[in-house]
């Protein structure tokens, strides 16, 4: 089974500044998925940016990028220029190849952005 | 419709009785799956529609869940003899066959008392 960890509760960062939410995992795929989602007060989970394990390349998305380290199972979030909308709980997720849809999430991290 | 749209979005009812709550995929999305998400935890799996069919059921908790998709379409999470331990987000997604962008509507919170 895989295990998807985030150690960090809470964080929190003033506006325009950078922050990296960090996240492990435990599996014995070779072949996966790994997912950073937003979680507002609305409830709706936004895709933030995905990875595929078989890329060497750390995936961006604009003012988001990750830290893939496959041998360490590491895959950290790095949110810059953060912005007010940005608060929000974040969870990384994992998902099998071979199993599309089916995720496993991490605990969540609580951001918020202050002014 | 635009989005994948949960209904009704809080339901609130007695330990013991029977809820029905409801998700409407996108538009041509083929795959449907159910999350629930209790408080402070991230979502965790329940059940994967393909079409009409459950092509993994494994994350039901217990024969008191029970999803259908009839037409491949809307789908229904049905629970029975509902217990506080139910009281949760419950997140419904979809996506295009084998595309791994799952797209969430905004949940049902159920609140059994």
């Known amino acids: 089974a895989q295990t998807v960890t985030q150690s960090q509760p809470e964080m929190s960062v003033q506006e325009a500044e950078t922050v990296t939410l960090s996240c492990t995992y435990d599996?014995?795929?070779?072949?996966?998925?790994l997912f950073w989602y937003k979680q507002p007060p609305s409830r709706q989970m936004i895709l933030v940016i995905r990875q595929e394990a078989y890329k060497q390349q750390n995936a961006t998305e604009n003012r988001f990028s990750v830290n893939f380290q496959k041998a360490a199972k590491s895959f950290s979030l790095k949110i810059s220029d953060s912005q007010l909308g940005d608060t929000a709980m974040y969870f990384c997720?994992?998902?099998?190849?071979?199993?599309?849809?089916?995720?496993?999430f991490g605990q969540g991290t609580i951001l918020t952005v202050h002014p | 419709g635009a989005g994948v749209s949960q209904t009704p979005s809080n339901k609130v009812t007695e330990k013991g009785k029977y809820v029905e709550l409801r998700c409407d995929p996108i538009s041509g999305h083929t795959a449907l799956y159910w999350y629930r998400q209790s408080l402070g935890q991230g979502p965790e799996f329940l059940i994967y529609f393909q079409g009409t069919g459950a092509a993994d059921d494994s994350g039901l908790p217990n024969d008191r869940f029970f999803a259908v998709r009839p037409e491949g379409s809307v789908s229904t999470l049905k629970i029975q003899r509902t217990e506080r331990g139910d009281s949760a987000v419950y997140l419904c997604?979809?996506?295009?066959?084998?595309?791994?962008?799952?797209?969430f509507g905004q949940g049902t919170r159920l609140t059994v008392v």
């Open positions: 599996t014995s795929e070779n072949n996966y998925y």
């Open positions: 997720a994992f998902e099998m190849r071979t199993s599309y849809g089916k995720l496993t």
């Open positions: 997604a979809s996506s295009f066959a084998g595309n791994t962008e799952a797209f």
